[in-house]
T-cell receptor, first 109, second 112 residues
């Protein structure tokens, strides 16, 4: 299975700022997925990122708030824009072979 | 994707088998049953998946009923490190490939 490196592992950010989370895979994958896990909750899919095309967002998530890049088959970024304390969550990427990254724990103050 | 129902929590003694049930009565013919676990807010760890036959790997066994409306994950000899939230997920291929809908899962506590 693929090995995923996700950065940063955690961050504390000021409200109104943006944070970009990186996800690097050790093999080429067609699709990458971004999830959010709010405190005490389960995981929710944010969007699917395909190389060479616009990301597909799930209901309740919009590109202006969570822009995603997928420049090649091994890398993707998720940006959390104009952050508020409600964005405090763990953000995770995954690939289609069942593997998840270790997550980015974001705290917005 | 079909919805799953799991008990909120379960306990298990160390060294005994842990049997985690999952109901997925609306599962369709091309949907697989996946099991993941999440230990203390780490990334989810894949355990096992199956379509209709029972499956076994080095971590666990998956028993799927003949009508496919329910399944059981079996950890044959639970250890303290198996304490985690266990998620049962039903997902199909096609446009749903790779997309996972997580429910609330079962909190499994393994005690000495």
């Amino acid at each position: 299975s693929a090995v995923i490196s996700q950065k940063p592992s955690r961050d504390i950010c000021q409200r109104g700022t943006s944070l970009t989370i990186q996800c690097q895979v050790d093999s080429q994958v067609t699709m990458m997925f971004w999830y959010r896990q709010q405190p005490g909750q389960s995981l929710t899919l944010i969007a699917t990122a395909n190389q060479g095309s616009e990301a597909t967002y799930e209901s309740g998530f919009v590109i202006d708030k969570f822009p995603i890049s997928r420049p090649n088959l091994t890398f993707s970024t998720l940006t959390v824009s104009n952050m508020s304390p409600e964005d405090s969550s763990i953000y995770l990427c995954s690939v289609g072979d069942y593997t998840f990254g270790s997550g980015t724990r974001l705290t917005v103050v | 994707d079909a919805k799953t129902t799991q008990p909120t929590s379960m306990d298990c003694a160390e060294g005994r088998a842990a049997n985690l049930p999952c109901n997925h009565s609306t599962i369709s013919g091309n949907e697989y049953v996946y099991w993941y676990r999440q230990i203390h807010s780490q990334g989810p760890q894949y355990i096992i998946h199956g379509l209709k036959n029972n499956e076994t790997n080095e971590m666990a066994s998956l028993i799927i009923t003949e009508d496919r409306k329910s399944s059981t994950l079996i950890l044959p000899h639970a250890t303290l490190r198996d304490t985690a939230v266990y998620y049962c997920i039903v997902s199909g291929g096609g446009t749903s490939y790779g997309k996972l809908t997580f429910g609330q899962g079962t909190i499994l506590t393994v005690h000495p």
